[in-house]
């Protein structure tokens, strides 16, 4: 496993998996200056400040950034924006994106950088099951393959997420490549 993650593009990690394989992931990583994001889902109330101090990009959704912070209520942009920072102060490397549905993102930077985006507007939302997996995968592909900082990768993110909650499924809903918006360019 370690041979592997050392010669990763990047690491995602999620808490679907025992939380002390998740350590032991994004530390291998880390040792081998692998980005790292971790999306905590599902959430539990204390994340190790040495796990967050290996994170480079934390993507909680309202509901996961609510339960890191010990039921602290994100409800509003300014409490996701509050949240964020909260959570960033914990020592998440790079940046902190708590997505919100439909009404899109926050991004805290480590740099102080504080930008929010909106949704992608879509005729039919069918399944919001999985669009956060989607947009952190999307969020990947930006910072990795298509070469762009933390707001660029994020309307990547965000243009996937758009396209799977126009479908039924989880599995089924993620798009293919050919229907990113950079498709055929």
Known sequence: MATII?????????????????ERAISIAYS?????????APAVPHLPQTLLHQVDYLIPNETEASILLGDYPVDSLSAAIEGAQ??????VRKA???TLG??????????????????????????TTGAGDCFVG???????ER????????????????????????RDSMPY???????GH
């Open 86 to 91: 909260e959570l960033l102060n914990r020592g």
């Open 138 to 144: 999307g969020f990947a592909v930006g910072l990795v």
């Open 102 to 127: 439909d009404k899109g993102i926050v991004i805290i930077k480590r740099d102080g950088g504080i930008r929010t985006f909106h949704a992608r507007a879509v005729e039919k939302v069918v399944d």
């Open 32 to 40: 081998a200056g692998v980005p790292t994001i971790l999306n905590p």
């Open 177 to 183: 490549r050919r229907q990113m918006p950079w498709a």
């Open 96 to 98: 902190v994106i708590i």
């Open 6 to 22: 050392k010669s990763a593009a990047i690491l995602i990690c999620q808490l679907e998996i025992p939380l002390d394989a998740v």
């Open 147 to 170: 070469g762009l900082q933390v707001e660029g990768a994020a309307h990547i993110g965000l243009a996937a997420a758009a396209l799977a909650v126009q479908k039924k499924g989880a």
